[in-house]
């Protein structure tokens, strides 16, 4: 991580944690606010994030689509383009998305400029689920209501049989407590990146778990 003002500091500690999943390759994407009562050393995140956004993209090393803005504050996708293509090429991902209207999209840009058209509409898209590399089951039980029971409530609803979201749930936690620690010790987790990779993507049991 480069040396930067206190204020640059805060924020970009404060993003490395929130897409510290992603970071290490067990996520595809996380969605982040960025809010105007957010202040750091009296200095408001959202300002910050106007004037040094490119830098704070580039320091954490993903893309990001800032997909609605409000006079609150700007939701912001975190993501790695390989992964979220894979993660959105997985057949049954596709067709799911195309039952909820992605016809045309092919790249993952398609399915981005899609998906914030309709993060501006006036009904929340709860298929953002697949972006975020969300268990298909549990995206289906939450919009259909079918009849797989609901199981647990925590970062997200999970249907059917828990083990294998709970799991998943779990490792997102188990990196971003990680990154915390690190951090907390004064110590850059940018530099152990490669064997937090290695490490966490061995824990990583999302394909098993049954769509």
């Known amino acids: 991580m480069k040396k930067h003002s206190q204020e640059m500091m805060c924020i970009v500690e404060h993003l490395m944690i929130q ?4 970071l290490v390759g067990v996520k595809p994407s996380v969605l982040t606010g960025i809010c105007d009562t957010e202040r750091c050393h009296g200095i408001n995140f959202l ?12 320091d954490l090393g993903l893309s990001c689509r800032e997909l609605k803005t409000t006079l609150r504050g700007k939701q912001l996708l975190f993501f790695d383009p390989d992964e979220l293509k894979r993660t959105l090429m997985i057949r049954d991902n596709a067709e799911f998305l195309k039952r909820f209207g992605y016809f045309s999209c092919v790249s993952e840009k398609d399915y981005l400029d899609e ?15 697949v972006f975020l590399g969300y268990p298909l089951k549990d995206i289906k039980g ?16 999970i249907f059917g049989d828990p083990t294998g979201s709970l799991k998943l749930m779990e490792l997102h936690k188990q990196v971003e407590s990680v990154f915390k620690q690190l951090m907390d010790k004064g110590k850059d987790p940018m530099r152990f990146l490669d064997k937090l990779t290695m490490y966490f993507q061995d824990k990583n049991e999302f394909s098993s778990i049954s769509v």
């Open 142 to 157: 939450f919009i259909y209501r079918e009849s797989k029971p609901l199981a647990a409530l925590s970062r997200w609803r």
């Open 115 to 129: 998906l914030k058209v309709r993060f501006n509409g006036r009904n929340f898209p709860h298929e953002i689920g």
């Open 19 to 22: 897409t510290s999943p992603v």
């Open 47 to 58: 300002d910050l994030w106007e004037k040094e956004k490119e830098n704070i993209i580039n």
